[in-house]
């Protein structure tokens, strides 16, 4: 077989302590999953609806609920640094080298909560909004975390002249010295706004409203300077099955045209006379987890994987070509199915000899 340069984008998901092996897949399912160090290293803990942020080659994640007690929510931080994959090691993306590290860092200043956002913009991250203990209490303030003094600082809220606006199960994109937050809910409506938050004014800025239906839950990934948006809970609305929405949509962060600022693609949902989408039955979700792999023998991919349908925990993993706007089920997520993990991608470059066009880790 042919040596091929990968260039590895991580996944992390958080939700229970699992390990998984390498197998053979079907050609139509390719893609692979392998283990990586459980979340917290030696002190492993559950913990769902994390929110998460990578600044150069480290992720960062932070806050959630340990399932064993979801009346008290978390304030904890971790660093993951990723291991070196061994060059020319058969079975070097299992390598013992290649599980990475974890470290405890300064707690989340803010209160302890669960389904906030997480994104990082301008050498910082940052983490805000989520729900309270009781439940109910939902947030709109935000704290930057520095990594090179590992302290944290209050930032502005998502607010304007008007008021505050909380949110949990929102979703977020960065763009080098930028983030965006969008959507969400307070738990009676929601949402479709959108804000800009700059680090050089430490302020939110409220942009035209996103343009797709208001909703809770969706995914994100950036690829080539535009953000992906897509599926989500959004019930009694246009452009959904059973409450999750199918419309898929691309943004332009730098575009002048405020009309051409957000373009619809193709629906994630078999709703075309086509056959292109004739299997897509198993895209949509919420709290789903979504990363690009970058290099892969076929191109430049975005995944989206685990979330859930109505009550049901899933562990599809669709794969997203950006050149044809369509989508390909992948091999499905090896861990447990489940819903509000957390995500982030790190990047690595390995040497591995395999068939399959892409090597997609989890933890």
């Not at 699992?18 to 139509?28: A, D, E, I, V």
């Not at 974890?102 to 991250?125: D, M, V, Y």
């Not at 075309?272 to 690009?292: C, E, H, K, L, M």
């Not at 089920?329 to 395999?354: M, N, Q, V």
């Amino acid at each position: 077989m042919q040596r091929i340069n990968y260039t590895l984008f991580v996944l992390l998901l958080l939700s229970i302590v699992f390990s998984c092996t390498r197998t053979n897949l079907n050609y139509t399912q390719n893609g692979n999953w392998a283990s990586r160090t459980t979340f917290g290293s030696t002190n492993g803990i559950g913990v769902g609806y994390a929110a998460s942020f990578v600044i150069g080659n480290n992720a960062y994640v932070g806050t959630g609920v340990n399932p064993q007690f979801p009346a008290s929510k978390l304030a904890a931080m971790w660093e993951y640094t990723p291991g070196a994959i061994p060059a020319n090691v058969p079975d070097g993306l299992d390598s013992p080298a290649a599980q990475g590290t974890w470290t405890a860092i300064a707690n989340f200043p803010g209160a302890p909560r669960s389904n906030a956002i997480g994104f990082a913009a301008g050498g910082l991250g940052y983490i805000g909004t989520g729900l309270g203990n009781d439940g109910v209490t939902i947030y709109p303030d935000f704290y930057s975390y520095n990594p090179g003094s590992g302290t944290w600082t209050e930032v502005d809220s998502i607010s304007d002249a008007n008021g505050s606006y909380p949110r949990y199960d929102a979703a977020s994109f960065s763009f080098d010295s930028v983030g965006y937050v969008l959507t969400g809910t307070d738990g009676f409506n929601y949402m479709g706004d959108l804000w800009k938050f700059s680090p050089a004014t430490g302020q939110w800025t409220k942009q035209p409203n996103f343009p797709g239906n208001n909703r809770s839950g969706a995914v994100t990934f950036v690829y080539n300077g535009q953000g992906y948006f897509l599926t989500g809970h959004t019930p009694n609305t246009q452009w959904a099955s059973g409450g999750l929405a199918y419309d898929f949509w691309r943004f332009n962060p730098n575009s002048v045209n405020p009309f051409i600022t957000w373009v619809r693609l193709r629906n994630i949902f078999n709703t075309s006379p086509a056959t292109y989408d004739d299997g897509y039955t198993n895209i949509i979700r919420q709290n789903g987890a979504a990363f690009v792999i970058l290099g892969t023998a076929n191109g430049d991919k975005g995944y989206v994987t685990c979330g859930a349908t109505a009550n049901t925990d899933i562990n599809f993993t669709w794969e997203y070509d950006f050149l044809s706007d369509t989508w390909t089920e992948k091999a499905p997520f090896k861990g447990t199915s489940r819903t509000g993990a957390a995500g982030f991608a790190a990047l690595d470059i390995i040497h591995y000899i395999d068939e399959v066009a892409c090597f997609l880790v989890d933890f």
